[in-house]
């Protein structure tokens, strides 16, 4: 009669055998999962690093002409966003004397109490940040408002005078606590957005600059952003450029 098992060398084969495919079969899931969580990783990073420069781009575009700088080590971009715009009209040129300044505003959700609350002002051809921030009569603070008709068709009138007057007669009407600056942080990797409240917007950042090109009352400028975003060993560098109108 046959006997039947194994000796102690087949067994042993056997286990070698088993062990070298299992160890196989893990080393191609180990390279399958690492391939997946670093395709996770650099989607992820490349999706945040889409969304802060078209955030940043989408707000830029909407600044009041002329209103962008950046701080001496070009970390930090600011603006004056445009709350509302519109069209004035006068007798005479702004600049002759002429106090009394009538504008018509083109959104036709604009408050004039709550503006005047929030301590708006208006500015007509503006072609410095200075003309802004309230260090030259560029701008006027909205206030003694007379009003002629009703909402979205009034007309507001204001006793003012400005330096100079636009071709296009155009008005922009800016709150100045709301100005917005954004601050690329290389020390704790964030890129933050100030408005009076500062909150996170990005991170992962290891270097970037911004710069403003082109400022002038002829021609529009350009923004250009340049960060390097980086996690753990997948880098991410952006340059991007944002065309911003100059003409007020």
Known sequence: MKRLGFTLIEMVVTIL?????????????????????????????????????????REIRHAV????????????????????????????????????????????????AAAISAGARIVINPSRVEDLDGTTNASRVISSVTVSGAVPNAIYSISASFPSDSIANRHYIYIPSERVEYCLDTSSGNITR??????????????????????????????HLNILFQSEDEQSNYNHDVQVLNVP
């Open 65 to 112: 002409p002329n209103s962008l700088a950046v701080n001496s080590g070009n970390q930090c971009l600011s603006f004056y966003p445009i709350r509302f715009s519109g069209f004035y009209q006068t007798d005479d040129a702004v600049s002759s004397g002429d106090n009394t300044v009538n504008f018509i505003v083109g959104n036709s959700d604009f408050d004039l």
């Open 194 to 223: 100030d408005s009076g409240v500062e909150v996170q917007v990005g991170q992962n950042v290891v270097s970037g600059a911004f710069t403003v090109d082109g400022m002038s009352l002829q021609r529009g400028g350009l923004v």
């Open 17 to 57: 055998i088993v062990s070298v495919m299992f160890l196989g079969i893990a080393g191609f899931v180990k390279i399958g999962a690492e391939g997946y969580a670093d395709t996770t990783r650099r989607q992820a990073l490349h999706n945040q690093a889409r969304f802060v420069v078209e955030k940043i781009s």
